[in-house]
């Protein structure tokens, strides 16, 4: 936790505070010395991120950790492809 209190603080973000404001409304966990989200919130986000661009993970604003791969390997493929066009 204390990496993610380094970061916030570096951006001038009132980090304690927010933090103590969080847990108070149980949005996140301290668990020993990890931030945690609640499972709720958390699959609250990746449903509005899925709603963003439900057939293409890679138009969408963030990348949820299960599309990454696939994303990575599409765009492998793509890159692999333009490579024979030209090369």
């Known amino acids: 936790m204390d990496y993610t209190i380094t970061i916030l603080e570096n951006l001038e973000f009132y980090t304690r505070i927010g933090i103590e404001n969080l847990v108070d409304r149980c ?3 301290i668990q020993g010395s990890r931030l945690v989200m609640n499972q709720l919130v958390r699959n609250m986000a990746m449903a509005i991120i899925r709603e963003e661009s ?3 993970p890679g138009k ?3 990348v ?3 599309d ?3 994303i990575l390997r599409k765009l492998s493929v793509r890159t ?3 490579m024979r066009m030209y090369f």
């Open 27 to 29: 949005l996140v966990a």
């Open 54 to 56: 439900p057939d293409d």
């Open 60 to 62: 969408r604003s963030r």
């Open 64 to 66: 949820l950790q299960n």
């Open 68 to 70: 990454a791969f696939n």
């Open 80 to 82: 692999m492809f333009f």
